[in-house]
């Protein structure tokens, strides 16, 4: 029988919802007797190394729901990507402190934290119980129909589109927006979402599942350029030619680099900066310009999905519950069970660590540069009450007396 000690921490990049998610454990774990400390590590697998805990326990639980409705990691985060050392001195620190539960929010890399250490606990026949929390801004997940996070982001991307082409139909030109996704679109995508009337941008959409290219993406612009006056674009910063080479790194002089020893496509208006010298100088559209949404959509506050925040809690709150009653350890997942209503289910971590998820074929246009009736319908429901509408004036026309 595990402990009654539990410890909880996240990872990755913040979300507008992510501490919903550590409430419903801190809340949730509280129901059960057995359970006597609840541990928070600050700056997630960093934190646990470095023996830095906070006890949630005498946490109130007005505070608690207060930091629950507040964006960004409450615990502070960390970009570390624990290998089987690293993850061996988590289990020496859990072990030491004798805690009996894990649960960590976060992505990709924290599911495979996750993993490790499980295999740790078991190698030493230590009675620990580890759950993943899914978190992701990016949607890619593998086993999820969406990810806690990626609602709030998304209808933070879709609004901001429809604000851009309110901006470009006033002031025609070019726009390009830049949204994060290396591999996976689904945020860019959402950008699709903003539109209302058939002429409305992002007129064109470029996703990392598509191969690039820039003398068909210049063809594009000057096509829709010449059809509309105008042209609003949204371009996800993992786009990449056919040998699956950044555009960023193909287009730039110098391209930073991550802790892991990727191309730096986020932090930067790079793309955009290029992409918008290459229709200025190939198309000789004058009025051009660009933005890098970066981490605007992460912890935005004031635009959160009210579906996200529900669900995000309802993990936190099902990790307990799976903790306490499954008998095993695993990744809580969302399925969607109708239009709209979602369960959740405990798969096994070798499902979803280290996997990526990418947008099915189902959610993108045959033109490769649209989303399809299928993906809007998946996002709708997610991007939660009272989006915002735009109208338009019906322009009724006056006679002209000088100029007929």
């Known amino acids: ?75 502070g985060s960390t970009r570390d990507k624990p290998d089987a050392a690293y993850c061996h001195e988590i289990f020496k620190v859990l072990q ?30 230590y009675d620990l119980r580890c759950i ?14 969406h990810t806690p996070g990626f609602p709030s982001a998304a209808r933070f991307v879709a609004q901001a589109f429809a604000g851009a082409n309110l901006d470009n139909a006033a002031l025609p030109g070019v726009y390009v927006g830049v949204v994060m996704g290396r591999h996976a679109g689904f ?21 990392p599942e598509r191969v690039f290219d820039l003398n068909k993406f210049l063809a594009d612009v000057k096509a829709t350029y010449e059809r509309y006056g105008r042209c609003v674009i949204a371009v996800s910063e993992g786009i990449h030619d056919a040998s699956g080479t950044p555009i960023t790194a193909l287009l730039a002089k110098e391209m930073e680099h991550d802790a892991h020893g990727n191309v730096q496509l986020s932090g930067n208006g790079a793309l955009a900066d290029l992409l ?32 996200d925040q529900r669900e995000a809690r309802e993990v936190g709150e099902k990790a307990v519950q799976f903790a306490m009653w499954g008998g095993r350890d695993g990744s809580v997942a969302i399925k969607r069970t109708g239009f709209y209503s979602v369960d ?11 996997k990526t998820r990418t947008m099915e074929d189902e ?21 939660g009450s009272g989006m915002p509408d735009a109208f338009r004036l019906r322009h009724n026309p006056v006679a002209r007396v000088l100029r007929k």
């Open 1 to 75: 029988m595990a402990s009654g000690k539990i410890l909880v921490a996240q990872g990755g990049g913040p979300t507008a919802v992510i501490n919903q998610s550590l409430v419903g454990v801190a809340l949730e774990a509280r129901r059960f007797g057995q359970i006597g400390h609840i541990y928070g590590a600050l700056h997630g697998v960093r934190g646990i190394v470095d023996e830095n805990f906070v006890d949630l326990t005498q946490e109130t639980s007005h505070n608690l729901e207060l930091v629950a409705n507040t964006p960004s990691s409450a615990l």
């Open 96 to 125: 030491a402190h004798k805690i009996g539960h894990f649960f960590y929010i976060g992505g990709n890399d924290s599911s495979d934290t996750v993993r490790i250490v499980s295999e740790e606990a078991q190698a030493a026949s």
């Open 132 to 145: 993943h929390i899914p978190k992701t801004i990016d949607n890619d997940l593998v086993g999820n129909d």
């Open 187 to 207: 945020l860019t995508a959402a950008s699709a979402l903003g539109k209302k009337f058939p002429d409305d941008g992002p007129h064109l959409i470029y996703l």
């Open 276 to 307: 918008c010298e290459e229709i200025k100088a190939k198309l000789k559209i004058k009025r051009v310009r660009g933005d890098t949404f970066g981490y605007l959509q992460r912890s935005f506050i004031g635009c959160v999905s009210d579906v």
């Open 344 to 354: 959740y289910e405990l798969l096994p971590l070798g499902d979803v660590a280290g």
């Open 363 to 383: 959610f993108i246009s045959a033109s490769g540069t649209d989303v399809t009736d299928a993906f809007r319908m998946y996002l709708r429901p997610l991007l």
